[in-house]
Every structure is written in C-alpha cells, then in structure tokens.
C-alpha cells in the first residue's frame, strides 16, 4: 500500500509543459543548408548511377583491381608493369586506356584491399567499393563532426555535395579511405590513443600518401613526438612488406612508372604549376608554403585542431602530383576546424572554400589554389581572431 501511494502522489505531480515547437525545430538557415545538400547529392548520385552503368570498367578503381590481378596472376612483383596494366585493361573491356593520366602508382597496399573483388564484374567492384567509402566517410564524420544529429546530417551532406568529394566517388578513388583513416587518427590522438593514432596514420599512407605528408611532420614540429614514433614504426613494417612483395624490380618499375606520371603537367591540375609552369619557381613556392604550414604549426602547438588543418592545408599546397579528388582532404581540415567551434571569419572562410572547391567543376583550380594559403594565414590566427570576438561579445554585454 506505501508504493502504491508514493505511485499515485508521482503521478499527481504536475508534469513539465512541451517545449514550444520553435525550440525544437533546427535553425532555418541549417534546415535550408541540408535540403539544398540533399537535393545536390541525389544529382550527384544519378551522375554516379549513370556513370556505373553505362561504363562500369571506366572508373580509377579499375586500375587498382588491375593491379590486383596482375599479383595474382604474375606476382605481385609485376603489379607496375605498363605492358601487363595494358593487357589487363583490354581483357576486362575498359575503356581505360593506360597513359601518363591512368596508371596505377598507388602503394601496394591498394591493391591488396581489393583482391576480393579481383575477379568479379566490375558493376559488383565498383558497387561494393562506393558502398564501403560511403560508410567510411560516414563514420568518419559522425567522429569528428560536432553538434547535433541533424547538424552532423547536414556537414555531412554538404561534404558529399561539394565538387572533389562527388568526383571521389564518381570515379571509385581512394581518398575516402586516407581522410577516414586521417580522421580516426585525429580522434584517438584527442584521447591520448597516440600508438593507435600512430597505425591509424601509417595505414592512411598506404592509399594517397600526398593527402597527409606533412600531417605526421606537423605534429612532430608542435611536439606531438609519440604518436609519429609509432606511425614511423609502423610505416617502417609496411615499407619492409612493401620491399619483399615487391623486390627490386618491381621498385625500379614503381620509381619509374612514378617518373612516368610525373612529366605530364596534366596530373598537377591542383598545384602551382597551374599558375607558374612546371619550373623551378612552381616547386619553389609549393615548397615555401610547406615550409609556411610547419613553422605556423610550430607557433600554434597548444591548439592540435590548428596544428592538424595546418598540416592538411600544407600537405596539398606543397604537392606536386595533385589532382580534383585530392582536394577531398580539406573536408577532413573543415571538419575538424568547426569540432574547436571556430570564430565568425574562420566560418566565413570555409564557406568561401566551398565556391572554391565548386569552382573546380569548371576547370577553374585558381580560386582554391588562393584559398589554401589564405586558409593557413587564418588558421595561425585563430586564437586571436577568437579573442578578439569574445572581447566584443563581452563589451556589447
């Protein structure tokens, strides 16, 4: 009979109203921003359909299921022989031709992740392989995105409509797979995690190493020593694993297949041989910006999200082999930028970064290749532009 009554004076106790719907409802602009992404994604997805069932041997995946027939096949010593990608490509009825622009050069690890779908058709590879990376950036997101669930909804949609993270996927590339595993890597660092952080970042190596070079370089200039001893640790496992599958022909074929892509100025569309020709003053600039990202990482060590876009932004201005896709990896830089709750001009700038990023649908690679370095100058000052801000909310107070 107590409980019976203490139930009954619960339930006459007067509940708390609803919250009004306003309060609930997502900001208009964020509703406004996911509609008008999610409109641009199913575009981008028809493009995807249409170009998977139309030529559905036509996408860079090819290359690397090439290669992975080629290991089986001849050994994967022989995974960076022109002649056989050439032969492999007629055999499976791509459209691919085998030139300076479609070669694969990847790391050997790029091959080995698809020797399950060696041998299927290449509809069945290239589903498969967009189902995965669409669950990896997914997750990636959802680790690194900050907010609520329909914010997270929207960042990520927005993400996917942009230009280079549509054109990854349109063409069945790998960066997806370098910027998830980038991503884990920041989370586990956040969490003092730094061996797996370290493995995390040795395994993202093994897909686009020139989307993170100067990522391990940053954090070893801020002072982050541990979490790079143990991606050189493992990088070094994976380079000796790499030299005994490969021996050393199939490194001399690496290097010059390498060499081969090199000098053609149509793999660079995203450098500043864009803007200066392949020449001395090209290298010389993406070099000084390189140099620019580490210094500036140096001076903002306290901050590891500056530290981290810095080494992201200076990875892709000091690239010399940079093409529409690479450029996905900033997504990771923007992410991980609105997860320190940036100030109103850092947010302003991202959102330049998208037209810019647009802008390369139509050949236009100018706008990002001015972007980046004023992205860097506003990511060295961060914290005064924050400060800054706060003092004025302060005094309007």
């Given amino acids: 009979m107590p409980k019976i009554s203490r139930l009954r004076e619960v339930q006459a106790l007067p509940r708390p109203a609803p919250a009004p719907l306003a309060t609930r409802l997502p900001p208009l602009w964020l509703s406004a921003s996911a509609v008008a992404a999610a409109i641009t994604v199913a575009f981008g997805v028809r493009r995807w359909i249409d170009h998977f069932t139309t030529d559905p041997a036509g996408q860079d995946l090819s290359l690397h299921v090439l290669a992975a027939r080629i290991g089986l096949t001849h050994g994967w010593s022989h995974i960076y022989d022109i002649d056989l990608q050439r032969q492999g490509a007629a055999a499976i009825g791509s459209r ?116 993170a070079l100067l990522v391990p370089a940053a954090l070893l200039v801020s002072g982050r020593w541990r979490p790079v001893a143990a991606f050189a640790g493992a990088g070094l496992v994976i380079s000796l694993a790499f030299a005994a599958t490969l021996g050393p022909s199939g490194l001399f074929s690496w290097l010059s297949d390498l060499a081969f892509i090199h000098s053609d100025p149509h793999n660079a569309p995203l450098t500043y041989s864009f803007l200066f020709g392949q020449n001395a003053i090209a290298t010389g600039v993406e070099l000084a910006l390189g140099a620019a990202a580490l210094v500036l990482a140096w001076s903002r060590r306290s901050r590891l999200d500056l530290v981290f876009c810095l080494g992201l932004v200076g990875t892709t201005m000091s690239a010399a082999y940079l093409h529409e896709h690479d450029i996905s990896i900033l997504v990771l830089g923007a992410w991980v930028m609105l997860r320190g709750r940036p100030g109103v001009v850092q947010r302003a700038w991202l959102l330049v970064g998208l037209v810019a990023a647009q802008a390369i649908s139509i050949g236009q690679p100018i706008p990002m290749l001015l972007w980046e370095p004023a992205w860097m100058v506003l990511l060295a000052l961060e914290p005064q532009l924050g400060r800054s801000l706060k003092l004025r909310q302060r005094s309007a107070a």
């Fill in 96 to 211: 691919i031709v085998i030139d300076s622009m479609h070669v694969f050069v990847s790391p050997p690890p790029a091959a080995w992740m698809v020797v399950p779908l060696a041998y299927q058709p290449p509809a069945t590879s290239f589903l498969a392989w967009s189902v995965i990376s669409l669950a990896a950036f997914g997750a990636a997101g959802w680790l690194i995105i900050p907010g609520t669930r329909f914010a997270r909804i929207t960042v990520l949609l927005v993400s996917l409509a942009i230009w280079p993270v549509h054109y990854e996927f349109w063409q069945g590339q790998t960066v997806v797979a370098t910027l998830a595993l980038l991503g884990l890597s920041y989370w586990l660092l956040e969490r003092d995690q730094w061996v797996w952080c370290g493995l995390a970042m040795a395994a993202a190596f093994c897909f686009k190493p020139q989307d």
